[in-house]
């Protein structure tokens, strides 16, 4: 956990990385003590290629964003205005410097946020890939509140390795959402969980 919420000792190796996604050319600058800082991870990608972009617009939620992935992706390719929310001050700088990289326009911020504790906002749509290593604790503080900040049909999509309880966490799911398995590849399950 001490890795994922406090980096302030590691020291500083920015890098920047190409993404090639859904037939775009995107940039990230990534550094130490930032969740896949050698690049678009494979779970992230696949959510990402899943996710059914066409319908995505209005008030989109990166939770825990890392250096800005999804939210930077989601906004370049939708009409969807985003919030973009880490608790990791390294990746929010990285986010911030992802934003004018990628040339977005003025209705995408990063900002910091324990899971929702500086939400005040309802969105259409939560995207997140849960950090794990924090403990099931916040993931499960993250997938389950987040009906509380979606607009009603609003839906979250996450992405979970079977090895990290994704069979357990539909169950829990399905007691507070509809859920839909939208996807299924080399153990990672892509969900859909509609408020």
Same mark, same amino acid.
Do not use: W
């Given at each position: 956990?001490?890795?994922?919420?406090?980096?302030?000792?590691?020291?500083?190796?920015?890098?920047? =990385?190409?993404? *090639?996604?859904?037939?775009? =050319?995107?940039?990230?600058?990534?550094?130490?003590?930032?969740?896949?800082? @050698?690049?678009?991870?494979?779970?992230?990608?696949?959510?990402?290629?899943?996710?059914?972009?066409?319908?995505?617009?209005?008030?989109?939620?990166?939770?825990?964003? +890392?250096?800005? $992935?999804?939210?930077?992706?989601?906004?370049?390719?939708?009409? &969807?205005? $985003? @919030?973009?929310? @880490?608790?990791?001050?390294? &990746?929010?700088?990285?986010?911030?410097?992802?934003?004018?990289?990628?040339?977005?326009?003025?209705?995408?911020? &990063?900002?910091?946020?324990?899971?929702?504790?500086?939400?005040?906002?309802?969105?259409?749509?939560?995207?997140?890939?849960?950090?794990?290593? &924090?403990?099931?604790?916040?993931?499960?503080?993250?997938?389950?509140?987040? =009906?509380?900040?979606?607009? =009603? @049909?609003?839906?979250? *999509?996450?992405?979970?390795?079977?090895?990290? +309880?994704?069979?357990?966490?539909?169950?829990?799911?399905?007691?507070?959402?509809?859920?839909?398995?939208?996807?299924?590849?080399?153990?990672?399950?892509?969900?859909?969980?509609?408020?």
């Amino acid at each position: 956990m001490g890795q994922y919420f406090d980096n302030q000792n590691l020291p500083s190796k920015m890098v920047k =990385k190409e993404c *090639f996604i859904l037939g775009k =050319k995107f940039i990230f600058f990534t550094d130490n003590g930032v969740f896949s800082k @050698d690049g678009l991870d494979f779970g992230s990608r696949l959510l990402l290629e899943t996710i059914p972009l066409e319908e995505v617009g209005g008030k989109v939620l990166d939770m825990g964003c +890392g250096y800005g $992935v999804f939210g930077i992706i989601i906004h370049k390719l939708t009409s &969807a205005s $985003v @919030d973009m929310v @880490d608790v990791n001050l390294r &990746a929010l700088h990285l986010s911030e410097i992802n934003i004018k990289e990628n040339h977005c326009a003025s209705n995408i911020k &990063a900002f910091e946020s324990y899971t929702y504790q500086n939400i005040d906002s309802k969105y259409t749509c939560i995207v997140t890939n849960p950090p794990i290593r &924090a403990g099931k604790k916040v993931v499960y503080d993250i997938v389950m509140n987040a =009906k509380n900040y979606l607009e =009603k @049909d609003g839906r979250l *999509f996450l992405v979970i390795r079977k090895e990290q +309880g994704a069979k357990s966490l539909i169950v829990d799911l399905e007691k507070v959402y509809t859920v839909h398995i939208l996807e299924r590849k080399k153990g990672f399950y892509i969900l859909e969980c509609v408020s």
